[in-house]
């Protein structure tokens, strides 16, 4: 089984998002006792691109903005500056109760103290993402993409982004594209639509040649038995994913690759970091090692994004992984929710533990 990369193509890789901000306190400190905040620019979609963006990968951003907002002025500007082309409509935002980007409240956590995080969606403007909208079409067919990657967090994030995702998941297969499909589950936007979303996951899995996700998103997005979710004594546990893999598989012949980070919390700024995958019939398994975190969030997104650039650089798969745990591991360094390399170099010196200065 192999993934057969597009060579005629104006992008390697193409992520449907909503995106919003996060702000966080300075120094590390929690939320509720704290009166000055960093607001960066997020989704997790485009903390995966941010990889291949930052590495001179040509990406493009599908979303949806505020028509005439700050904020959406704001996130069009982080977005250049991230090297990333984006395409979506400005929605008008209506009175004050109307449409605006969401609010991501997060603090880093330190030591013994875990991470906080505070989701504020309410009006998100990304829920009115619509295949109508975009010209798939030219995107998928005229343009060319190698790559296009969904998650499971646009995929449930609406009635609409999930027809949305269907859409593009259809445009893609038609044109060659390779599929990625993170899972990314999450309780409180499947809450009351559980047949409906098992419904457009299944069809998404069906069609994807790269399928990611953790122990809890396989089973209870795709219902494929697991081993207990919580990252406790996870080497341990390493044959029961590779056994709920394998079960995947047998699922969702059409993959070829399937991925999931292995994670255990010694505490907020210490971390055993490792990751399995399967390509084809061949394992390759990182057991989990001590990584040091200054902020946790977007570790997995930046393990996912490594790992599609080492397939959008026809590297050997061994690399893929190597290059995806190092990726997840260097965005953990990062006050901003994405990895941004200077180079290949820097990934493959974390890799290899080298942390010397370089001159």
Not at 74 to 83: E, M, P, V
Not at 122 to 130: D, F, I, P, Q, Y
Not at 220 to 226: D, Q, S, V, Y
Not at 258 to 274: C, D, K, P, Q, Y
Request: charge should be negative; charged fraction near 25%; proline fraction near 4%.
């Amino acid at each position: 089984m192999s993934l057969q990369l597009k060579k005629d193509f104006k992008y390697s890789m193409v992520v449907p998002t909503s995106m919003g901000v996060r702000i966080t306190p300075e120094n590390g400190q929690p939320v509720h006792s704290s009166d000055t905040f960093k607001m960066q620019a997020t989704s997790a979609e485009t903390n995966v691109a941010s990889i291949s963006s930052y590495l001179g990968l040509p990406v493009k951003v599908l979303t949806t903005f505020v028509k005439g907002s700050p904020v959406a002025k704001f996130i069009k500007s982080n977005l250049r500056n991230r090297h990333m082309d984006y395409e979506g409509s400005d929605i008008e935002q209506g009175d004050p109760w109307g449409y605006r980007h969401q609010f991501n409240i997060a603090d880093s956590g330190f030591g013994g103290r875990g991470p906080r995080v505070q989701n504020d969606r309410a009006g998100e403007v990304g829920r009115t993402l619509n295949a109508k909208d975009f010209d798939l079409e030219r995107i998928f067919g005229k343009e060319g993409v190698q790559i296009v990657h969904l998650s499971g967090l646009i995929a449930a994030l609406s009635p609409e982004t999930s027809n949305f995702c269907l859409e593009v998941a259809r445009s893609a297969r038609k044109h060659g594209t390779i599929i990625s499909f993170d899972l990314n589950y999450r309780a409180s936007f499947w809450e009351g639509r559980e047949k409906e979303l098992r419904a457009t996951f299944n069809e998404i899995a069906s069609v994807s040649d790269v399928l990611i996700g953790n122990e809890e998103d396989f089973q209870l997005c795709l219902g494929i038995e697991g081993p207990e979710a919580g990252g406790k004594e996870i080497s341990e546990k390493i044959e029961n994913f590779k056994e709920m893999i394998t079960r995947v598989k047998a699922t969702y012949p059409n993959a070829s690759v399937f991925a999931t980070t292995l994670r255990e919390v010694i505490s907020a700024n210490e971390h055993l970091w490792g990751a399995i995958m399967l390509h084809g019939d061949d394992w390759q398994v990182i057991e989990p090692r001590p990584i040091r975190v200054l902020d946790r969030i977007g570790g997995g997104d930046g393990f996912v994004g490594g790992l599609l650039y080492g397939i959008l650089k026809d590297w050997n798969p061994e690399k893929w992984i190597q290059f995806g745990w190092a990726t997840g591991a260097l965005a953990t360094t990062f006050l901003t929710d994405y990895a941004q390399p200077a180079d290949e170099d820097m990934v493959w010196s974390l890799w290899s533990g080298n942390a010397r200065v370089k001159r």
